[in-house]
């Protein structure tokens, strides 16, 4: 797609105009590109903790110093009617209290995965965001991509058979000690609910169902002082109706992989690489035959941040809102329970939720347009 005309003012009032919190990594290197080409969405604020950091970042975007905000600040957003939506890019710590104030402000929240530290934060910031009447959508990305809806569909369709195990893989490893991922206030645990969450998603979106039980087991050793507080690795089992079983792992401590496999009786999927940002591989043994699928070039986050732009424009729900983020949380709560038990956790229903239902958590009404099902 080519390069949206952020110099245009008609062209920005037909979009939807973004504010980022926190100026990391991701922000520098995905988000900032992507709302530069992005169709329904552009940059028009950035918030940080320092002051010359936010205008050095205005300034690269095509922005003006008026564009930048200190955290102290970010109440001002309430008279920057161009900026309709945040995006929280912060320690998982602080998204209640950034979705708090910016619900209370009238800003709608796209919030970065995990929705919060805990599952209480994350109960809290839906009632803030449903309180205020603001839209809410956790940044799952995977569940915008094609491949991924791809081996969906193609599960949904039957054409592996019944589905009967699958497997998923996340690993990377964290060098640096004291840094917030490896903190357990700031972060809400370890692997599991920064890297470990997008095999638990993955796996909840792709067969559309919810696990009836967990079982799991982790290790943090007791000499290494990146994990003085959170765990280096976690391996997870989930049950899900049909019989259907997964597993899954993910550790700050061994070398980067990221996988997804699927396997019906009839055929089997493999996604590998899985969770990275560009060149996903989606491979499909069925019984006409091994395919690779292919997608023109795209830009995951421009998928993210467009479709809950149109969910504003719309004033439709976005399609992984509270309820899904909740729903992880409420998983790696028994995930983390079962690990310290050493026993089998059973996943009780909530009122009223079908558990033979699909997609019970996801807005199944407002599918992703660019990426309905069929495509």
């Known amino acids: 797609m080519p390069q949206t005309d952020i110099n245009n003012p008609e062209a920005q009032r037909q979009r939807v105009g973004y504010a980022i919190v926190g100026l990391g990594e991701l922000s520098a290197e995905e988000l900032i590109p992507a709302l530069r080409i992005s169709e329904h969405a552009y940059l028009a604020a950035v ?3 320092e002051m010359d950091k936010g205008r050095a970042f205005a300034e690269a975007a095509g ?4 564009d930048a905000y200190t955290y102290d600040d970010f109440e001002k957003l309430e008279g920057r009617e161009d900026v309709q939506a945040v995006y929280l890019v912060l320690p998982n710590n602080l998204h209640r209290e950034y979705a708090e104030r910016a619900a209370k402000i009238g800003k709608h929240i796209l919030c970065e ?26 940044a799952y990305r995977m569940q915008y991509l094609p491949e991924a809806w791809h081996l969906k569909n193609a599960m949904a369709a039957g054409k592996l058979g019944p589905i009967k195990l699958l497997d998923s893989i996340h690993t990377q490893t964290e060098q640096e000690a004291g840094i917030w991922r490896l903190d357990a206030k700031q972060a809400g645990g370890g692997p599991l609910v920064d890297v470990g969450i997008y095999c638990l998603n993955t796996l909840r979106f792709v067969t559309g ?6 079982y799991a087991a982790l290790h943090q ?9 959170v765990e280096e690795s976690v391996s997870f089992m989930l049950g899900f109706p049909g019989g259907i079983i997964a597993n899954a792992l993910c ?8 996988s997804l496999r699927v396997l019906g009786e009839n055929g089997s999927a493999l996604l590998d690489p899985a969770f990275v940002y560009t060149d996903l591989k989606l491979e499909m043994r069925m019984p006409e035959g091994q395919t690779v699928v292919n997608f023109p070039a795209y830009d995951q986050f421009r998928l993210e941040v467009d479709h809950f732009a149109q969910c504003i424009k ?28 050493g026993e089998r956790v059973k996943v009780e229903p909530l009122a009223g939720q079908n558990v033979a239902g699909q997609d019970v958590f996801r807005n199944t009404e407002n599918t992703p347009q660019q990426l309905k099902p069929g495509r």
């Not at 700050?252 to 990221?258: N, R, V």
């Not at 809102?321 to 038990?341: F, K, N, P, T």
């Open 63 to 66: 922005l003006t110093d008026d």
């Open 47 to 49: 918030i940080t903790g």
């Open 209 to 214: 169902l919810e696990p009836e039980w967990v």
């Open 113 to 138: 995965k995990p929705l919060a530290s805990n599952l209480e934060d994350a109960e809290a910031i839906v009632a803030a965001c449903q309180s205020a009447g603001v839209k809410l959508m956790t």
């Open 314 to 341: 719309d004033d439709k729900p976005p399609y992984s809102g509270g309820a899904e983020g909740v729903q992880d949380h409420r998983l790696m709560a028994a995930i983390y329970q079962s690990a310290r038990s």
């Open 251 to 258: 550790s700050y401590g061994a070398d980067k992989t990221d």
């Open 221 to 229: 050793p007791e000499n290494d002082p990146r994990f003085k507080e």
